[in-house]
T-cell receptor, first 114, second 112 residues
Framework: AQSVTQLDSQVPVFEEAPVELRCNYSSSVSVYLFWYVQYPNQGLQLLLKYLSGSTLVKGINGFEAEFNKSQTSFHLRKPSVHISDTAEYFCAVTRDTGGFKTIFGAGTRLFVKA | DGGITQSPKYLFRKEGQNVTLSCEQNLNHDAMYWYRQDPGQGLRLIYYSQIVNDFQKGDIAEGYSVSREKKESFPLTVTSAQKNPTAFYLC???????????FGQGTRLTVV
């Protein structure tokens, strides 16, 4: 069965520090990978996606992620965070099951402190 | 502007009542989805539809029903059979399985 694990439920970090939000997935077939961000009481918006090609993917707001097939990981990174990056981040995986579904991780709450 | 509109933003339901959450999209997407979000549990799929007049159960469909009579609309009914309906509900759409989902702003349902 397909699953997504976000290894940290909360990540506190100081402003201008680097951050990594970890995501591991399990699947026996090829997958497409996504990171979404959710601000309080809002829907999710796409940060970045990996479909194929280069394993380093750049997204909006200075975020990037690296697909590592051997470790089945897709960790999200930002070299210097801002207060405005405080939000919940979701990793998601999609594969064609003959009735496609996207599986979301439980989310990681990023809290940026001044 | 293209996007997904969910209404209402806040909804209160009495015990034993059915309520319907609206979801409309003008992105011309074939696929639409309903998710339930509870704290610490991420998003769980309730129903999804890949085409008009067809929909499939997700992981937690019990106590919910949907219809897809028009491409742009995918309303969700929370029935009295849903024992714990208080949650944040998110509607989304996508062009296909390999593309990202576009989300509405959500409806927060509270049982009173």
């Amino acid at each position: 069965a397909q699953s997504v694990t976000q290894l940290d439920s909360q990540v506190p970090v100081f402003e201008e520090a680097p951050v990594e939000l970890r995501c591991n997935y399990s699947s026996s077939v090829s997958v497409y990978l996504f990171w979404y961000v959710q601000y309080p009481n809002q829907g999710l918006q796409l940060l970045l996606k990996y479909l194929s090609g280069s394993t380093l993917v750049k997204g909006i707001n200075g975020f990037e992620a690296e697909f590592n097939k051997s470790q089945t990981s897709f960790h999200l990174r930002k070299p210097s965070v801002h207060i405005s990056d405080t939000a919940e981040y979701f990793c998601a995986v999609t594969r064609d099951t003959g009735g496609f579904k996207t599986i979301f991780g439980a989310g990681t709450r990023l809290f940026v402190k001044a | 502007d293209g996007g997904i509109t969910q209404s209402p933003k806040y909804l209160f339901r009495k015990e034993g009542q059915n309520v319907t959450l609206s979801c409309e999209q003008n992105l011309n997407h074939d696929a639409m989805y309903w998710y339930r979000q509870d704290p610490g549990q991420g998003l769980r799929l309730i129903y999804y539809s890949q085409i008009v007049n067809d929909f499939q159960k997700g992981d937690i469909a019990e106590g919910y029903s949907v219809s897809r009579e028009k491409k742009e609309s995918f309303p969700l009914t929370v029935t009295s059979a849903q024992k714990n309906p208080t949650a944040f509900y998110l509607c989304a759409s996508s062009e296909g399985y390999s593309t990202e989902a576009f989300f509405g702003q959500g409806t927060r349902l509270t049982v009173v």
